[in-house]
């Protein structure tokens, strides 16, 4: 009944800036939090950026100061604004949304996109 769906990855230099978007589609009564995890072939999703609803923000470790995550609350869309990438970026991002939908008012349940890839080389 949800579905989120990415776009704007690709190659880019190292020190170069991509900006990720996820619009969330659907039945969807409310959104509580979106947030973006990356992962890497063999390692496990980790956590990139975060946002609630009340305007609260996480980053990992690794991308404070060069990530920034934003939403628009109106179209459901959560975005990454990625500056100064390296190589250790490279990953494929994954958009996560925890939804309350219209079908069941009782629950909040996380939702997954299919990922975008990302490539930070020279």
């Known amino acids: 009944q949800v579905q989120l769906v990415e776009s704007g990855g690709g190659l880019v230099q190292p020190g170069g800036s991509l900006r990720l978007s996820c619009a969330a589609s659907?039945?969807?009564?409310?959104?509580?939090?979106m947030g973006w995890y990356r992962q890497v072939p063999g390692n496990e999703r980790e956590l990139v950026a975060s946002?609630?609803?009340?305007?609260?923000?996480n980053y990992a470790e690794s991308v404070k100061g060069r990530f920034t995550i934003s939403r628009d609350g109106a179209e459901n869309t959560v975005y990454l604004q990625m500056n100064s990438l390296k190589p250790e970026d490279t990953a494929v991002y994954y958009c996560?949304?925890?939804?309350?939908?219209?079908?069941?008012?009782?629950?909040?349940?996380?939702?997954w996109g299919k990922g975008t890839p990302v490539t930070v080389s020279s």
């Open positions: 996560n949304a925890e939804v309350t939908s219209d079908y069941d008012l009782r629950y909040a349940d996380n939702y």
């Open positions: 659907g039945s969807i009564f409310s959104i509580h939090a």
């Open positions: 946002l609630t609803s009340g305007g609260h923000t």
